[in-house]
């Protein structure tokens, strides 16, 4: 070794006698450039599916005329008990029912009969409770339409 200069103890000597070559340091990374926020669309609001307008021909009936229409398909003469008899809507269901009432006395006096009763008991009774579906139904969806095939007779009756 050189006497001249004397080997600094800090730093640290190769095999070779030379000094080592400095480390590089590590670099540090860069910092990633700030990216701009997404800006976010504006989110439509969604609306509630629209409710079908009530159509101009048929207003919306009041609950208690809807009710005793429906309980005119039932017992037909409770609604003509109460001041719902005036109500034209009320009125029509009350003459329906009473027409079914009426197909229904007539099948009962039909079933009993031997062979054709027995024969007719099923179809006449399943087409009674189909018809008494579709009065009571078209009371509760508000429409005055006569029962199918044996509607048209409750216009005959005047009260």
């Given at each position: 070794?050189?006497?001249?200069?004397?080997?600094?103890?800090?730093?640290?000597?190769?095999?070779?006698?030379?000094?080592?070559?400095?480390?590089?340091?590590?670099?540090?990374?860069?910092?990633?450039?700030?990216?701009?926020?997404?800006?976010?669309?504006?989110?439509?609001?969604?609306?509630?599916?629209?409710?079908?307008?009530?159509?101009?021909?048929?207003?919306?009936?009041?609950?208690?005329?809807?009710?005793?229409?429906?309980?005119?398909?039932?017992?037909?003469?409770?609604?003509?008990?109460?001041?719902?008899?005036?109500d034209p809507f009320v009125k029509f269901h009350v003459k329906q029912g009473l027409v079914l009432f009426i197909a229904c006395l007539a099948t009962g006096?039909?079933?009993?009969?031997?062979?054709?009763?027995?024969?007719?008991?099923?179809?006449?009774?399943?087409?009674?409770?189909?018809?008494?579906?579709?009065?009571v139904l078209n009371a509760l969806g508000g429409k005055q339409k006569p029962l199918p095939v044996i509607g048209q007779y409750g216009e005959k009756f005047?009260?």
């Amino acid at each position: 070794m050189d006497e001249q200069n004397p080997p600094n103890p800090a730093t640290p000597i190769n095999p070779e006698g030379t000094p080592p070559e400095p480390t590089p340091q590590p670099t540090p990374a860069p910092t990633p450039t700030p990216q701009p926020e997404p800006v976010q669309q504006p989110q439509q609001e969604q609306k509630p599916p629209e409710q079908p307008a009530v159509s101009q021909s048929q207003p919306a009936k009041p609950k208690h005329s809807t009710l005793m229409a429906v309980l005119a398909y039932v017992l037909f003469f409770i609604p003509l008990l109460t001041d719902a008899k005036n109500d034209p809507f009320v009125k029509f269901h009350v003459k329906q029912g009473l027409v079914l009432f009426i197909a229904c006395l007539a099948t009962g006096i039909i079933v009993r009969m031997p062979v054709i009763g027995w024969i007719l008991i099923a179809p006449l009774n399943i087409f009674l409770l189909i018809l008494w579906i579709i009065g009571v139904l078209n009371a509760l969806g508000g429409k005055q339409k006569p029962l199918p095939v044996i509607g048209q007779y409750g216009e005959k009756f005047d009260f």
